[in-house]
């Protein structure tokens, strides 16, 4: 690649906005085939394309786009877990889990919660919701 095209890539990399693939071809003029260039350093990790997907090295869904523009995006802890999710309508969502990869915790941006726990077989002992629900089988 020449300089001049390497710092345009860099450019376009730090300007980019979602949604994704509607501004690497309509805003930036770049053709399918450098898509993943791009991608790779806007998520900071190799990735694949398939339509308009975009998975990580470890095959997790990341990414995606509808033509319309609407999109969400999605990261995954060590785990393969996901742990934070958001989306073009402006919902978004955090996720946590104990060390078995249980969730014990949801939260949304609506402002709906749930805790759970759960015991040494991974049976789910103790629910709680922002709803007021309360399930104590400890």
């Known amino acids: 690649m020449n300089k001049k095209y390497i710092k345009y890539i ?3 990399v730090s300007d980019i906005q979602k949604p994704y693939f509607h501004n690497m071809r309509d805003n930036y ?8 260039l791009v991608l ?4 900071n990790q190799p990735v694949t394309i398939k339509r308009r997907y975009v998975y990580d090295i ?11 523009g609407y999109w ?5 802890g060590d785990n393969g877990n996901v742990f934070y999710y958001e989306n073009s309508d ?3 969502g955090k996720y946590e889990y104990d060390t078995n990869g249980n969730n014990i915790y949801y939260e949304d941006s609506d402002g709906y919660w749930v805790k759970q726990g759960y015991n040494q077989n ?3 002992t103790y629910y709680e919701n922002s709803d007021g629900i309360i399930n104590d089988n400890r």
Request: charged share 40%; no cysteine.
């Open 122 to 124: 991974n049976n789910r």
């Open 72 to 76: 969400y995006k999605k990261e995954y």
């Open 40 to 43: 790779s350093k806007v998520f």
């Open 29 to 36: 003029g770049l053709t399918p085939d450098e898509y993943e």
């Open 10 to 12: 860099e450019y376009i």
């Open 90 to 92: 402006g919902e978004w």
């Open 58 to 68: 470890n095959g997790n869904e990341i990414y995606f786009e509808k033509s319309d």
